[in-house]
């Protein structure tokens, strides 16, 4: 019995020991040791050239990604009008009531401060991690180069938005740079220059052609020909736009597509006109701009889009007739009663207008016929706000409604740089730095030929070029988010948008002639001050937080 | 069923082969050391019997009989008779019951008793569960509630956590939900002290596990753990408190078997009413009014929508009411055999819960099995083995209720939710009548089995000391996608097939219904998810009570160690041509199919120590901890240690209270202070690691990876501690006419986790781990005065309250200057969860205005809003910058405190009742108050409907509005967080109520059973508030949630 006792007693001890009592520290800590299966590690990620490009892969999804917008950038310009009231274009921009607390760019557009500096801290990891590596030169050279590109991408954005920004050129590590962390602002002209030569300095080193959505050189010149352009360095812009057309354009790169209207749809996603561009897979990563933006009702009545998209009478006003004049020509044949014939094709292309048809119906904005889609003159539902819906980069050969908002099914690119853009940025360029010369002539009127529009008159003044360039590329790029920053670097924002935007009223006359008159929208009532409108408010939080930073004037 | 129980414990038995290796090595010798155990037999022993019975002679079953110095003893059974082992002569053997005193009866010579026991007060002779062992309630010294299984299984709810609010004080709960399956309540033990998780600890039967679905029939008792005395043995496990549920077990006697059943019929407390077809567009012309546009709405269809001479073209539905079905039923059946020889007592349980939800598809039910052995293997030995089951099978329409909520507030009455003909309209494309009628569904099936084997074996050499081992394999005790969250409801198994969402429109033309489009997927979609969790759990642990004279000495030192495994797999496939939903039959085009999975694992290894003393029952103190390590954090930040210190003196035992003051039938005070743990935030935040992700980017037009960095490491993040003060005081007075249960509780938590992020500029561009840094007060006391008499033999009336006040106040956090340099804005010594807003001081008026419609010189500008009108809200100008005098503008400078945290910090249940010859009734009333909670349910908001409350709008003649002007979508200006939408969360309801008959002996003779028992009882029966449009419990801002239930039932309890 004492021996059992004693077992016993020797066996629990012996237990103590087993389950961890034991004397020493160490080997207690490393009982409890687990290696997560759910993450990796930075000894995983930079040693693996594929493991390093899934990094990269992440960066590339941060890019602005236009095809889901439900109140896309040209609703806070002149050209559209969300048919909803409740997003930031119409809480906030509509009337600029935003101030450094409230602007909530990160529910949706690309512009905001902390999202941009949190992409631009994943291009510096990068840049620094891979420097740092042993991966090969040759790997070095082309993905440092795709990084430094979508950095100066993100830069572009912040330098846009807000002017003159901090230049973060390391990933910042409050361990080892102390209160260095903490950057000032950089000027407009710093931040200009930071972007202009990256860009300048990597073009060479990424592919003239690439895996469609990554960048190549023509990318990158792009980006920075567009940037000299903002910063009115009108003879940079022209050179560089140049050095596009003269080494990749005409044909041997790019080339504008063969029909503007079908450009922007899924089957010609492999087209020489996109220069970058992100791409969708339908579902899975796809896109739902149809669901947002296009025709609110459709066959039947039913809701098959929340009509996010509605063009002003403004910018249609502002599409030419198809001889090539615009309608305040008394040549151009335009009757304000007749007001949809014989205008340019890309009229049919980009809007839908009463009587035009859609998806599986005719849309009828008109009044007075019980049409669903009737114009939203008492602001009560999401039917269009203008009479006039967008066509232009929608798709009407998927199924609409809840499949495609919920069900993201778009699958056509989103446009942040195309060839049509250089050549108006080239023509605009060389216009403002020499005047009209021949090279203006031939690169607008190439993407007037496009759309099977007359050359421009030869002789134009200057003043009378800038017009028509103007003119040209708020039609030729209606809806791709570009009118805002148009208006902010032509200095004409406190003009166009301090003003009441229209519609269209169209009611049945005696006889059933339709009576077309403009009116004044919900939602159009447009303000903006020209003493700080110019530029966003850097957010509050980013103030709070440093120091260093200073505010826009007027905020 | 029985099948997927049968399935799931064959699969237990798989799992518990393959044990880790160290694991079941340790298994195995533990069972080897304890079967050493069991062939030592015991010298000395006496064997004993008697009979219980009390003043009248009625015999007593169910007495606890143990011997003194020993926690493990025997009961009577329905004859009053026991019989047990004693060890020696000497033993003192107590006898306890419910409601009587207890007596103490040295042994002796004798060998049977005839033992007679005079009523008492009820509290004092109980046997309380704690941490690791039990106590009795005289000489406890830590603040610990208990509630009894049998007040809450009769209730009509479905979810245990709905059981517990508001019978015992420290046990702050919301529910915030009704829906079943999930309608769950939020508990807090005493309040919130904590920025990070503040769930109480759960541990059924001695092992961390999900408790909410176990059966409310089997629940022998739940133990609130509250104090540091109380949580100590929990180590970093019990800073936010510990409910400990004890299951039931056995009783000596004859088997008897026990069935238990209700149905009930539930609707919501509180639908809420909307704004008909006539009224609201009679509002939106109104808003039309306000902004100079056209009226929306036509005089012809104004007066169509009033007559409803035309519902297909000018509906007028009541969405929300036309959507739900009253009277679901809610039912449950249970059945219970126990019983017990000398050496073997058993108890088995089953249990089936079915409740319908507010429509057809929602659906919950669940079955319970619960099975027990006691074994005495040898006279010194015991051996429990026992089984827990359950499956929880959850059916819902395939779009979630918080959608389907979201599109009844926002589909208008005039829109077609049905036609005259039944089938579905829509509403900006969709469907409030398809998502739940139409949709598809969704399935969560839970299969849980929790096993555990104990073995405990007296050591003869030294008296009074035991040792046991407990060894628990868990089969899904936690739900890996919430792994900290007790209350996770487990769903091991989930598909769902998502419909299109048919609908439909009228053509007046044609006076047909073609179909319009569809909501949801163009075809149909399908997916299954598998969740699995193991927990393996073993416990050594060596027990200690002995005799001095008149001191008591007690010891316990517990080995712990803990292994959890939990993994998760999901595939799914879109495009379905066929209506069948299996995976396979999917399309099988490669972006059409997906599929995701992951696993995690934890490990913690523990000793916990407990040392009493108690010096002639009066003077009592006592020492617990833990020594504790978690695999959350690093090497060297792994283990902590978490003592805590007790003492209590029980003054009614001492002389001159005694005999001076007979009528005091207890008086203790005690005090308790101490460390625990928490750990609050997620696990490896000590490393520096990327995540992975599926369709990262699209490129070369395939969708990619993606991989990005995680916060910034924190090497040295470690655990939250929490310093417990508590003093109480317990009394009793006039043998339970009058007992007094008071104690005032104070804890400070620091390290408690935040991430820094305001130390890093904007521009830093990642998160950072979180850092010890941050600390919290929470103090506060609790109250419980009960009061129970005897009128006669056939009248009893008692009352039972109890109070619970708990504040907390933020002592450290990150702030940034903007809210750290104003002391309005200040989050710094206020309670978490303060609301912070504007103070709206009413309505702009035309005084107010210049004829060109600008603010008069002098009146604050407010730019929320371009334009401001008479009937826009006003708020108050209080400070500029930096937080000064008013700067005659309105910015977040003026930001000020506007209500309270939106948990309540009073919570008071009152419980009076009556039992009269056959009948009983028993009421809970139970209310919260010192809580406000943020409204901003506005009419128009993003195209939705209008409730009733907005027709109270202001207009020049109504210039006392609920509501401002009216427009057709709310201002910018009107919205802004503010007093303005602060309701008082304040409420009392009857929460709980039940009348019960008991049919006479003479009639149950007759009909040859035991006892029977008819009752009626409720659930949230009545309600009284502020808010009137919600339910006070109301957990959404916006009021689109699956409103809590009221439950009506009848049910039956027959003993056979």
Known sequence: MNRIQIKIIGSFLIIILLMGSSSCKKSLDETLDITPHDRLTDASVWTDAGTADVFLNDIYGQLPDGNNWYDPFDNWSDNSICGFGWPLSRTDAQQVNYTPSTLAFWTGLPFDWGTNYNNIRKTNLFIAKVTASTLTDEYKKKRLAEVKFLRAYFYHLLWMSYGGVPIITEPLSVATQGDSIFHARNTFDETFNFIQTDLAAIASDLPVTGDPGRATKGAALALKGWCELFAHKYADAATTNKQIIDELGNGQTYNLFSDYGTLFMPENNANNEGIFYRQYVPRVKGGRN???????????????????????????????????????????????????????????????YDGSFWYNDTIYTRQGIGSANEIDLSDHNDATQTGYYIRKRCNDKITLGSDNWDGASGGQNYYYFRYAEVLLN???????????????????????????????????????????????????????DKRWWDLIRWNIAHINLNQQLHGISITVGSGGTLIYAPVTVPGGDRKFNASKNYLFPIPQSALDQNKKLTQNPGY | MKKCIAASYVCNVHSLKHLPGIGFKKFIFLLVILFLGVIVSAQNKLHVTGVVTNDNGTPLADCSVTVKGNAAGTKTDS???????????????????????????????????????????????????????????????????????????????????????????????????????????????????????????????????????????????????????????????GANGVILITTKKGKTGA???????????????????????????????????????????????????KDHSAPDLYPDHNVLKELITPNTIITNHNLEFSGGAERIKYYAGIGFLSQNGMWGPTKYKRYNLTANIEADATKTTKVNVSLNGRVEDRRFPGVSSGSIFYQAFRTPPNAPLTFSNGLPGSYIGRSAYGNIFGSGYTQTVGYTLLNQISIEQQLPFVKGLSVKALVSYDFNPFNPTDPGNPFAPITTFNRTWLTPILYYNYDSATNSYPQSGNDGPAKPQYSESYYQSQAFTYQAYLNYHNNFGKSEVTGLIVLEARNTKSSVFGAGRVNYSVNVPELNNGSSNSTDISNYGYSAESKQKSAVYRVTYGYAGKYLVEASGRYDGNYYFAPNHRFGFFPAFAAGWRLSEEGFIKNKFPWITNLKIRGSYGESGALA?????????????????????????????????????????????????????????????????????????????????LEYGVALAQVNSGAMSNRGFELSVGSTRHFSKDLTVSLKTNFTFARNKLLQVFETDATFKNPNRRKTGRPLGTQFGY??????????????????????????????????????????????????????????????????????????????????????????????????????????????????????????????????????????????????GAYFRLKTGELGYTLPITVIRSIKIQSARFYLSGQNLLTWSKIKNFDPEISSSTGQYYPQQKVISIGLNVTF
Do not use: C
């Not at chain 2, 006539?278 to 169509?304: C, I, V």
């Not at chain 2, 000064?884 to 977040?892: A, F, L, R, S, Y």
């Open chain 2, 255 to 305: 088997p008897t078997l026990t069935y238990n059943a209700y149905v009930g019929w539930q609707n919501p407390t509180r639908l809420t009413k909307f704004v008909n077809a006539y009224q609201f567009a009679t509002l939106f012309n109104a808003a039309d009014d306000n902004e100079g546009a056209p009226h929306a709405y036509s005089d012809y269809a104004l007066q169509k929508y």
């Open chain 1, 426 to 480: 080239y023509a605009e360029a060389q216009n403002e730095t020499v005047g009209p010369d021949l090279s203006v002539y031939d690169a607008i009127d190439k993407v007037r030929a496009r759309v099977q529009l007359p050359a421009l008159t030869p002789g134009l003044s200057q003043d009378a070029m800038r017009t028509a360039i103007r003119r040209e590329r708020r039609v030729e790029l209606a809806f791709e």
């Open chain 2, 79 to 237: 004859k009053g008779m026991f019989s047990m082992d004693v060890p020696d002569s000497k033993s003192v053997l107590v006898i306890s019951y419910v409601g009587y005193q207890t007596l103490e009866i040295p042994v002796g010579k004798t060998t049977s008793f005839a033992i007679k026991l005079t009523s008492g007060n009820a509290s004092l002779a109980d046997v309380v569960v704690v941490g690791y062992g039990t106590q009795k309630r005289t000489s406890i010294t830590a603040a610990v509630a208990t509630i009894n299984g049998d007040e809450i299984a009769s209730q009509p709810v479905a979810d245990l956590s709905n059981s517990l609010g508001g019978r015992a004080t420290g046990i702050i709960f919301t529910q915030g939900s009704g829906e079943p399956g999930y309608d769950g309540s939020n508990i807090l033990i005493r309040g919130i002290s904590t920025t990070g998780n503040a769930q109480p600890l759960v541990i059924v039967d001695g092992i961390p596990r999900n408790f909410s679905q176990l059966d409310p029939n089997s629940i022998a008792s739940i133990s609130i753990l509250k104090d540091a005395a109380a949580v100590a043995p929990y180590g970093m496990g």
């Open chain 1, 290 to 352: 149809e669901g947002y933006n296009a025709s609110t009702f459709t066959k039947g009545g039913a809701e098959t889009s929340w009509g996010g998209v509605n063009p002003t009478q403004e910018l249609v006003d502002d599409y030419e007739m198809d001889n090539g004049l615009p309608i305040s020509d008394p040549a151009s044949g335009y009757d304000p009663q007749k007001p949809y014939v014989h205008r340019e094709t890309r009229f049919y292309e980009s809007i839908v």
């Open chain 2, 681 to 761: 935030g997620s696990p490896f935040q000590y490393l520096s690691s990327y995540t992975l992700y599926g369709n990262a980017s699209v490129l070369n037009g395939t969708t990619t990876q993606g991989l990005y960095e995680n916060s910034e490491a924190n090497t040295n993040i470690t655990w939250e501690r929490a310093k417990k003060t508590d003093v109480g005081i317990e009394s009793n007075f006039w043998n339970g006419l009058l007992t007094v249960e008071a104690d005032y509780f104070y804890e400070k938590r620091t390290d408690m986790l935040f991430p820094p992020t305001v130390t890093v500029p």
């Open chain 2, 839 to 984: 103070k709206a001081i009413g309505y702009f008026t035309q005084d107010d205005f210049n004829p060109d419609g600008t603010l008069k010189a002098g009146i604050p500008t407010q730019a929320f809003s371009t334009t401001l009108h008479p009937g826009d809200i006003k708020y108050a100008d209080v400070s500029s910058p930096g937080g000064g005098k008013p700067d005659g503008m309105i910015t977040p400078d003026d930001i000020v405190p506007i209500g309270h945290p939106a948990t309540p910090e009073i919570i008071y249940g009152i419980i009076p009742s009556v039992a009269y010859k056959g009948f009983d009734l028993s009421l809970l009333f139970q209310g919260a108050s010192s809580r406000d909670f943020y409204m901003s349910v506005f009419a128009f908001d993003n195209s939705s409907s209008a409730i009733i409350d907005a027709l109270d709008y202001w207009t020049p003649t109504h210039p006392n509005a609920v509501y401002p002007r009216i427009t057709t979508q709310p201002t910018p200006n009107n919205t802004q967080t503010s007093s303005w939408w602060i309701r008082n």
